[in-house]
C-alpha cells in the first residue's frame, strides 16, 4: 500500500467560470462630450443649411426674388420700412439688369416707391413716381392713372399745394368721367383745403357731390364741406351738412361726420 505524502499541500484555487458565447461584449463607459459635440455638428450644419436656403434658394432665382418680395412686404405691413426699403434696393440691384426678371423687378420698384410715401420719404417717393410714370404712360394707362395719383397725392403731402393741383388736373382731363378722375377731383379739393382757398375747395368739394350725388364720394366731400365751415367758425352751416351726411348716408356716413353731428347738436340744445 502506498503511503501518503505528508509533506504535499492542497492548493484551493477559485473555480474556473464558464463564458457564454451568446453574452454581450462590455459596455463602453459613457462620453457626454463626444455626444455635445454631435449635436452642435448638427446644429451648425442645420442652420448653415437654412441660411444658404434663405439667401439662395438653392440656385432658384425666381424662388428667392419672390420670397425677398413677400419678406418685404411684410415689412411694409408691419411698418418696419428700413428692413422693407433694403429687401426691395436688393432685388433692384441684384436683378435689376437681367430681362429674365424684370417683371419682378418692376414690382420691387413699385412697392418701394409706395413704402417710401408710407413711410413719408416723400421726395424719394415723388422722384420715383415720376420715373414710374414716365415708364408706363404708353404701356398701361391704368398703372400710369395710379402712379400720377399717388404722385400728386406725395405734392399734397409737402404742402406743394400748386404742383399737386397741376397733376391732379392732367388725370381729370385725360380720364375724363372715370374713377381715376373722380379722385383727382377729391385731390384737388384737399389741396385747395389746405392752401386755405377755401372758396375754390367748397367749389370742387360741390362738384363731386352734385356729380355723385348719393355715393361714397358725394359723403365724403360734404364731410369735408362740414369741417370747412367749422374751421371758418360757421358752426351752423357745418351741423347742417353734417346732418345732411347722418340723414341721406346712413349707410355710408363717416365716423366723423356722425361724432360731429353729435357734438355740434348737444351745442346747439344748449
Known sequence: MAKKNKSSKVVLTEPVKK????????????????????????????AASILIDYYTAWGNTPKLIKRMLESAEKNAIYKHYNEAEKKYDTIISRFGGREEYKEEVKQARLSLAKTCKDAEQYLKAIGMYQELSTEYKDTNPDMYAWLQLELADSYNSILNSDEAIRVYTRITVDFKDSDWAAEALFGIADAYRSKKDYPNALKYYDMIINKYEKGFLSAEALTSKGKIYEEQGKTPLAFKVYEKVVKEFPEIVTEYARLRYDALSAKTAK
Do not use: C, M, W
Open 19 to 46: 463564458t457564454d458565447e451568446n453574452a454581450p461584449a462590455a459596455v463602453k463607459s459613457f462620453n457626454p462630450r463626444g455626444l455635445y459635440a454631435a449635436l452642435l455638428t448638427i446644429v451648425v450644419l442645420s
